[in-house]
């Protein structure tokens, strides 16, 4: 009953930016914690950032001060404001958010993913 449906992906040279999208839909009430992961080929899925209904934040060492989450309840919709953008943070980029709804069914949901890739 909800989903979450990435977008902004694509190819960017190394030192530019990129704005990722989120859209939540569905019977939601309440989106609590939102967070953005990304896999790169052969690596493991690392937290990229997370940001909590109240607007505190956290981000990996490897991003911070060039990445910011934001978020637009009105909307339910996150992103992600990637800027002085290096080769490797080439990877899939998963939204995922902790959703109850409002029958108040607690749902942890993922989006399908979207490509970021960094050229030198």
């Known amino acids: 009953q909800v989903q979450l449906v990435e977008s902004g992906g694509g190819l960017v040279q190394a030192g530019g930016s990129l704005r990722l999208s989120c859209a939540a839909s569905?019977?939601?009430?309440?989106?609590?914690?939102m967070a953005w992961y990304r896999q790169a080929p052969g690596n493991q899925r690392e937290l990229v950032a997370r940001?909590?209904?109240?607007?505190?934040?956290n981000y990996a060492d490897s991003v911070k001060g060039r990445f910011t989450i934001l978020r637009d309840n009105g909307k339910n919709t996150g992103y992600l404001q990637m800027n002085s953008l290096k080769p490797e943070d080439t990877a899939v980029y998963y939204c995922?958010?902790?959703?109850?709804?409002?029958?108040?069914?607690?749902?942890?949901?993922w989006g399908q993913g979207t490509l970021v890739t960094v050229s030198s």
């Open positions: 995922n958010a902790a959703v109850l709804t409002i029958t108040m069914n607690a749902l942890n949901a």
């Open positions: 569905g019977n939601i009430f309440l989106i609590n914690d």
């Open positions: 940001m909590t209904n109240g607007g505190s934040t």
